[in-house]
């Protein structure tokens, strides 16, 4: 059963799977991981490309212009006090945002199946619900309860490889 949107979304932006919730989404600052830790979802097929810095710039601006226009209405300070003032937010912003969005948006495409994502939302969508942990549904429509005998069935297909 897949997560709703907003629990994907919140995971993105808390930089976790939107999958399960618990791996985490980037191996590096602004790199994707190819699939979660956890859950071993694949995340290799997102194509966030400009978009999270399109956001990012949208969202910065939407808080330091108003806040720009705002002491330089009251106070009019120098060009030097506003550079010191403004560009550090803003880089401070920018940088703070940029990760937080690019798992929102590849949350986002893994949520809508967009891209590569189509075949894992198929997948989930047609994968059979579970009305506990560690039951069983079978092709029949049937359902049982594993037990040890299905680990030695296991084993033994293994042995027989």
């Known amino acids: ?51 999270p810095a399109y956001l990012v710039i949208v969202v910065v601006g939407h808080i330091v212009v108003p806040l720009t226009l705002y002491v330089e209405l009251a106070w009019a300070p120098s060009y030097w006090v506003h550079a010191a003032i403004w560009l550090p937010l803003v880089l401070i912003l920018s940088l703070g945002l940029l990760q937080p969005i690019k798992g929102m948006v590849v949350a986002l495409q893994w949520h809508a199946g967009m ?20 039951i069983e549904q079978l092709g029949d429509g049937s359902r049982r309860q594993p037990g040890p005998e299905t680990g030695l069935e296991q084993h033994a297909c293994l042995q027989g490889m």
């Open 115 to 134: 891209h590569g994502f189509a075949a894992a939302k198929r997948a989930r969508r047609s994968a059979p619900l579970r009305s506990a942990p560690g």
């Open 1 to 51: 059963m897949e997560p709703k949107a907003g629990v994907a979304l919140l995971n993105g932006l808390r930089g976790r799977c939107p999958a399960c919730g618990k791996g985490r989404l980037f191996r590096r600052f602004m790199k994707v991981a190819d699939a979660c830790e956890s859950c071993g979802e694949p995340l290799h097929h997102h194509r966030a490309d400009d978009f």
